[in-house]
């Protein structure tokens, strides 16, 4: 089995890398012949903007451009995607919206024209999301955030391409009192998620 783990974060010493580390660290404490690899997106320079060769793909009258075919086939290799990253405005950064905006592209991600019903292309897929918050988890609750993160990611983005989001969490507090427990959280999710896809 294979996992792709998918951080966007600028600073490769960042909290939100050192998270993507623990959950490898889990998955290689669990299951040896359960591999991963990484796509920090930030360091390796993905572009995230949408351009008029990405609504040619949209509509249908173009085939992806290269570095959108490298993610796509990253994708198509796991079994599992694992996505780290900082809530930033709560929700995730523009990097990373960037990244599901190109790759999941109508014709791979989804199937959809006006005319044919809706076919969801990444049943395969089992997704896990962590995002790592500086605030506390009464803040969260307060103000619905949570809830408004998991209608719009959970269901806005993976559900509608049919990837099931096994697991999504919140590890809160970061910036004060929360890293530890952050750590801990991503180790022990790396090792469920190495149990649940084999």
């Given at each position: 089995?294979?996992?792709l783990?998918?951080?966007?974060?600028?600073e490769s010493?960042?909290l939100t890398?050192?998270v993507?580390?623990?959950?490898?660290?889990?998955?290689q404490?669990?299951n040896?012949?359960?591999?991963f690899?990484?796509?920090?997106?930030?360091?390796?320079?993905f572009?995230?903007?949408?351009?008029?060769?990405?609504?040619a793909?949209?509509?249908?009258?173009?085939?992806?451009?290269?570095?959108?075919?490298?993610?796509?086939?990253?994708?198509?290799?796991?079994?599992?995607?694992?996505?780290?990253?900082?809530?930033?405005?709560?929700?995730?950064?523009?990097l990373?919206k960037?990244w599901?905006?190109r790759?999941?592209?109508?014709?791979?991600?989804f199937?959809?024209s006006?005319?044919?019903a809706?076919?969801?292309?990444?049943?395969?897929?089992r997704?896990?999301?962590?995002?790592?918050?500086?605030?506390?988890a009464?803040?969260?609750?307060?103000?619905g955030?949570?809830?408004?993160?998991?209608?719009q990611?959970?269901?806005?983005?993976?559900n509608?391409?049919g990837?099931?989001?096994?697991g999504?969490?919140?590890?809160?507090?970061s910036?004060s009192?929360?890293?530890s427990q952050?750590?801990?959280?991503?180790e022990?999710?790396?090792?469920?998620?190495?149990?649940?896809?084999?």
């Amino acid at each position: 089995m294979h996992t792709l783990i998918v951080t966007a974060h600028p600073e490769s010493e960042s909290l939100t890398h050192a998270v993507a580390s623990r959950v490898a660290k889990g998955i290689q404490g669990r299951n040896h012949a359960h591999t991963f690899e990484f796509a920090h997106l930030a360091q390796e320079g993905f572009d995230p903007r949408f351009t008029e060769a990405d609504l040619a793909v949209h509509r249908h009258k173009a085939s992806p451009i290269p570095d959108v075919q490298r993610e796509q086939a990253r994708i198509e290799r796991a079994d599992a995607l694992v996505l780290v990253y900082p809530v930033y405005w709560w929700s995730m950064p523009a990097l990373l919206k960037g990244w599901i905006d190109r790759v999941f592209s109508n014709g791979w991600a989804f199937d959809f024209s006006p005319q044919d019903a809706l076919i969801k292309q990444l049943g395969h897929l089992r997704v896990y999301l962590l995002g790592v918050g500086g605030a506390d988890a009464s803040t969260y609750e307060r103000h619905g955030y949570g809830a408004a993160m998991k209608t719009q990611i959970d269901h806005g983005i993976f559900n509608y391409c049919g990837a099931p989001v096994v697991g999504a969490e919140l590890l809160l507090d970061s910036e004060s009192a929360g890293a530890s427990q952050a750590l801990e959280a991503a180790e022990a999710l790396g090792g469920r998620l190495s149990v649940a896809v084999s």
